[in-house]
């Protein structure tokens, strides 16, 4: 259970920033994350690591010389927005170009993608190196699809000491990659971990028992084991992970026990111990093990085993000095304080001042937004519950912290003198809900409500043409991100059905109203239909089976979210509001 916090809503920032209080000589603090706080060569190749708080010291912990150049940190457990990342890795490039690293989560590979389209597109050069280490979560000929652990910290350290060592990036991501394909992880858990302000852990192992395979997001295990005595344990992992070893192992190995966070370093040492005596009777070397806690998952019991098979190079990079707040090895000379620039704050704003008649439209909404945030307010346990059965669990309260945020954008926009244009309130929004929900459906909202932004512009009146073109557009920002296909169990699998049914019935004559009222009807049978579909995208995707029997949480929100619009609608256009009282609809 975590205790200390005042509002749980600012738990990861706060916790940010005293991390940052507390190692000024190493980090500083930007939007989005922290920055080395040292002097860093010119043309030295960045690594920026990063994803959701509550793993410490994974990801900020690991910034230093030898290891991270920075760490986008997002929310508890939810990937940094586009837009910190973005910010994060621009502060950080020295002129060497950028590596992006992380683990393999939907959420973080939205945000960290669209962040490195824009990276290049400026022209600082940026890569991407994946971390797919859990064996637990795809079988060996899918290997892209694992998700990463405890495996991120052999990733980082030799990409970092790599770079340190004046590596350009070309061989910068080579060596990730490598390290990344011949490192491999499984975790167990003994209990699960509770979310600052939740009430209850996000999943539970019954007393007795322990999960083998789980994420470091809360994802439960995918199957259950009497509680076995240390010795067994050590041979469940390292048997597992020597049987999944890559083609051209050898014999030289690095090892990491890694707490999850509850269990005792005793306990993570008697278990190294057995461990060590199973590795060296299957005839491997272990090379500068790891024992404690490197990448947790709040309050979880648990543990990981991770093994990296070195070669001559990859271990001459393991091996190297790193100096960062929470992992040290060897030594290396005291680096000066280097200036930061400020990153530029990004500002929309309309380009033409809205007349009265736009201004209007923008606060219409506003107040539309408004009807969104209730309809999530009222249904965020729900969805929490709905996305915990295979998921993380984060879903109600990512929506609620990323619509929360859009509503408030959006007052803060149509409140400016003059007002604000429907585009700029909903770009204003959207920007504003990927930033503070992270995770995959924040990404995936945010981007899809500036598109209806865009779509709408800065006009005075809008036609039913127009509704079906923000439709269309909302759709398809959903769609292009996210890359789902109809039957991957998502929110797109709401989202046609909604969209097609709307077209067609305007098409044919019914209004606005009309033909919203039919396509809710048919996003919320369409979304409850997903119950007889096992995930194919996102972080449910490892858990199928247990998936299948309920409805996917993305497109409940959508059906959810869709009908409360469609409600709004037909009341506003059978009571229609005196032209001054539009703003609280
Ligand atoms: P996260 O998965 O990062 O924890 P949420 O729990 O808030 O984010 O959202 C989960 C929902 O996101 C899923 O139920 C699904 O509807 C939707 N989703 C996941 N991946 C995709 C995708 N590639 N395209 C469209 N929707 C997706
Ligand atoms: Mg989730």
């Keep these: 259970m975590t205790q200390i916090f005042d509002n749980p809503a600012d738990f990861a920032d706060e916790a940010l920033d005293g991390f940052v209080a507390a190692n000024r000589g190493y980090v500083a603090r930007v939007d989005g994350g922290v920055v080395r706080s040292t002097e860093v060569p010119a043309g030295q190749v960045a690594l920026v690591v990063g994803g959701g708080s509550g793993h410490y010291p994974a990801f900020a912990g690991l910034v230093g010389p030898g290891l991270a150049a920075a760490s986008a940190c997002g929310n508890m457990f939810a990937s940094p927005a586009a837009g910190q990342v973005y910010r994060v890795a621009r502060a950080a490039s020295s002129g060497g170009g950028v590596l992006l690293s992380y683990g393999n989560y939907a959420g973080d590979v ?15 050069e940026t890569r991407t190196v994946l971390v797919t280490d859990d064996i637990a979560s795809a079988p060996l000929d899918q290997i892209e699809k694992r998700r990463g652990i405890a495996g991120d910290l052999t990733v980082f350290k030799i990409a970092g000491a790599a770079a340190e060592a004046g590596l350009d990036l070309d061989d910068v991501e080579r060596l990730a990659i490598r390290t990344n394909y011949r490192t491999r992880s499984l975790g167990v858990a003994f209990d699960g971990c509770t979310l600052p302000g939740a009430d209850a ?18 994802e439960p295990g995918i199957s259950e084991h009497p509680m076995p005595t240390a010795s067994e344990l050590a041979e469940l992992l390292v048997t597992r992970l020597l049987a999944d070893k890559p083609h051209d192992a050898g014999s030289r190995v690095v090892a990491i026990v890694n707490g999850l966070g509850t269990v005792k370093y005793d306990e993570l040492f008697l278990l190294f111990g057995k461990i060590e005596k199973l590795l060296l009777t299957a005839g491997l070397t272990v090379v500068e093990p790891e024992c404690g806690e490197l990448v947790t998952s709040l309050d979880m019991s648990g543990l990981s085993l991770t093994l990296l098979w070195l070669d001559d190079e990859l271990e001459q990079y393991w091996a190297a000095p790193a100096d960062t707040p929470a992992f040290r090895k060897g030594s290396m000379a005291p680096r000066a304080a280097r200036q930061l620039a400020a990153a530029d704050a990004e500002v929309t704003s309309d380009v033409e001042p809205p007349s009265t008649a736009a201004a209007e439209l923008g606060r219409r909404a506003a107040a539309i937004l408004r009807q969104v945030r209730d309809v999530v307010v009222e249904h965020e346990a729900e969805l929490g519950r709905l996305d915990a059965i295979a998921g993380d669990g984060d879903h109600g309260i990512g929506m609620r912290r990323g619509v929360d945020a859009a509503v408030a954008a959006a007052e803060q926009a149509a409140a400016d003198d003059g007002g604000a244009s429907a585009a700029r309130v909903l770009t204003s929004a959207g920007e504003a809900w990927s930033e503070r929900a992270g995770g995959t459906s924040g990404a995936l909202w945010g981007s899809a409500v500036i598109a209806a932004g865009l779509s709408l512009g800065n006009r005075d009146s809008y036609s039913g043409e127009d509704a079906a073109a923000v439709i269309t557009a909302f759709v398809g920002a959903i769609t292009e991100l996210g890359k789902a296909e109809p039957g991957d169990k998502t929110m797109v699998d709401a989202l046609l059905p909604f969209r097609d049914t709307f077209l067609t019935a305007f098409d044919g004559g019914a209004s606005v109203a009309e033909a919203l009222a039919a396509a809710a009807t048919v996003a919320r049978a369409a979304a409850d239909d997903t119950a007889k579909l096992r995930p194919l995208k996102g972080r449910a995707r490892p858990l199928a089976e247990k998936s299948l029997g309920h409805p996917d949480p993305g497109a409940i929100s959508f059906a959810l979210i869709a009908a409360r619009i469609s409600a709004h609608t037909d009341s506003r256009l059978a009571h229609p509001e005196p032209a001054q009282q539009g703003v609280q609809a």
């Design 201 to 218: 852990p996000l999943f539970s192992v019954p007393a007795g028992q322990m999960s083998l395979g789980l994420g470091i997001h809360g």
């Design 110 to 124: 939205l945000h960290f993608g669209q962040a490195q389209l824009r990276l290049n597109a400026e022209g600082i």
